[in-house]
Nanobody, 119 residues
Framework: VHLVESGGGLVQAGGSLRLSCAAS????????MGWYRQAPGKEREIVAT????????NYADSVKGRFTVSRDNAKYTIFLQMTRLKPEDTAVYYC?????????????WGQGTQVTVSL
């Protein structure tokens, strides 16, 4: 599975951005997809995840009410709508997919897209 993100950029605090992640390859093996982020000097952290059927969605507490994850299964694409952005949201955002059988899933990562929120 190959993941390609797009949509990052520079935005002022309070603004919005929409990230996209397109999956290709053995997309039938994807169990769950999501977004993670890594700020300078910090560990990568989860932002939001969504199952293949869209039934289960989880958000980090820090983004609840501001970010929305969604998917287009026909295009094997997920989105992250980010609103009311804060400077602390600045990070490289990575698309993630867990693939394979539930008993032995493996993680796949995109190349990352930079999101910078200025004051």
């Amino acid at each position: 599975v190959h993941l390609v993100e797009s949509g990052g950029g520079l935005v002022q605090a309070g603004g919005s951005l929409r990230l996209s992640c397109a999956a290709s390859g053995s997309t039938f093996s994807i169990q769950v997809m999501g977004w993670y982020r890594q700020a300078p000097g910090k560990e990568r952290e989860i932002v939001a995840t969504i199952t293949t059927d869209g039934q289960y969605i989880n958000y980090a507490d820090s983004v609840k009410g501001r970010f929305t994850v969604s998917r287009d299964n026909a295009k094997y694409t997920i989105f992250l709508q980010m609103t009311r952005l804060k400077p602390e949201d600045t990070a490289v955002y990575y698309c993630n997919a867990f693939v394979g059988p539930m008993s032995s899933m493996m993680a796949r990562w995109g190349q990352g897209t930079q999101v910078t929120v200025s004051l």
